[in-house]
């Protein structure tokens, strides 16, 4: 028995062709192909490259100090990435991450931790009523703005 083939025009116009169910093609994936040994290896070696990139990303990163909620914070505008805006904070999200921050006019914007910073001089708000926990640290500088 042979392979039959034909072609034939559509309604649509494409060129499809057709093939006598006997001998129609069965599209397999690459990992069905594989062995469970070759598929093993791999999966061993995307492994451990994945272990050697989280090791080198973790020998400079480091956890930002956690913000409380109703703290004044100065916010990086995200187009011109200066340090020009002060907040409040609402909210602390689950992950501890993102923040919600207010505007004076009441809107809230969710902001990530690494785009948010404490001020050098920890302004009193009223639920503080003007006591601080670090009153004897010295004091920060302002945050650096780019000169871009």
Same mark, same amino acid.
């Given at each position: 028995?042979?392979?039959?083939?034909?072609?034939?025009? /559509?309604?649509?116009?494409?060129?499809?062709?057709?093939? &006598?169910?006997?001998?129609?093609?069965?599209?397999?994936?690459? +990992?069905?192909?594989?062995?469970?040994?070759? +598929?093993?290896?791999? &999966?061993?070696?995307?492994?451990?490259?994945?272990?050697?990139?989280? /090791?080198?990303?973790?020998?400079?990163?480091?956890?930002?100090?956690?913000? %409380?909620?109703?703290?004044?914070?100065?916010? /990086?505008?995200?187009?011109?990435?200066?340090?020009?805006?002060?907040?409040?904070?609402?909210?602390?999200?689950?992950?501890? %991450?993102?923040?919600?921050?207010?505007?004076?006019?009441?809107?809230?914007?969710?902001?990530?931790?690494?785009?948010?910073?404490?001020?050098?001089?920890?302004?009193?708000?009223?639920?503080?009523?003007?006591?601080?926990?670090?009153?004897?640290? &010295?004091?920060?500088?302002?945050?650096?703005?780019? /000169?871009?």
């Amino acid at each position: 028995m042979f392979l039959a083939e034909t072609a034939s025009l /559509q309604h649509n116009g494409y060129l499809a062709m057709h093939f &006598e169910p006997d001998f129609q093609v069965i599209h397999k994936s690459y +990992y069905d192909i594989m062995s469970s040994d070759e +598929y093993k290896v791999g &999966e061993k070696k995307r492994d451990d490259t994945h272990e050697k990139i989280k /090791q080198k990303y973790d020998e400079t990163a480091y956890a930002l100090p956690p913000l %409380r909620i109703g703290m004044l914070v100065w916010v /990086q505008d995200p187009k011109r990435r200066l340090w020009d805006k002060m907040r409040v904070v609402e909210e602390v999200r689950d992950t501890g %991450r993102s923040h919600v921050v207010t505007i004076p006019g009441g809107r809230a914007y969710v902001r990530n931790r690494r785009f948010l910073r404490p001020p050098a001089l920890e302004c009193s708000t009223p639920e503080d009523d003007g006591k601080h926990e670090n009153s004897n640290e &010295e004091q920060r500088p302002l945050p650096r703005t780019s /000169q871009k």
